[in-house]
């Protein structure tokens, strides 16, 4: 059973992916006309928490808080170290603008300042693969946060098309990429017990 609903959920990624490269533009279009003050500013707060040094600090405070799952740090920095690497590298590799930068949309005021540096290219979406990353690690280590984080990746993958600074496939494939990544490192901390190792040579426990 549980073999099918992973064949159902990867066909159905599939099928997003398919669907999103056809339709990229219209998709960040129609989405753009849902802005407003209220949720520009609530998908602010959503970017803001977002960033990569929180998002570190607040997992790694997470883990650091239950000693039993402190072994779990070196694999969750191993995770989100990976995420960052392979977003770099397939963003130089790829090269697409982002949806602002090809006037398909407006950026808001508020990101007018903002820094996407030319090598900062919007294929795939590094906080989508970052957030999405630590799920299978969150989901085995504290399943009772599993639903609030899957709901706050998707909030973070839809503030990013909401803003005009990823495409929908940008999304769909960096959080894939990011899951199955914390998938892996997850399996082979499980069959290794590396960080366990680690963590008991450095606490001599």
Known sequence: MKKNRLIIFYFLIGLLILVS?????????????????ILDNFLM????????????????????????????????????????????VLKIIVKRQRPFQLGIVNLISELQETSFAIWNFSFPSFQSMLVFSAIPILSEQFPKLKKFWIAFAILVGFSRIYFGVHFFSDVIIGGLI??????????????????????QKIFRK
């Open 21 to 37: 490269l056809f339709f990229d533009s219209e998709l960040v279009r129609s989405i753009s006309f849902l802005r407003n003050y």
């Open 45 to 88: 707060v959503i970017t803001f928490v977002s960033s990569e040094i929180l998002i570190f600090f607040v997992l790694t405070a997470l883990f650091l808080w239950r000693e039993n799952k402190r072994r779990w740090i070196l694999p969750l920095w191993i995770t989100l170290g990976a995420s960052a690497f392979i977003s770099f």
């Open 178 to 199: 990011g899951y199955v990544l914390g998938t892996i490192i997850v399996k082979i901390e499980k069959e290794t017990k590396f960080g366990q190792k680690v963590y």
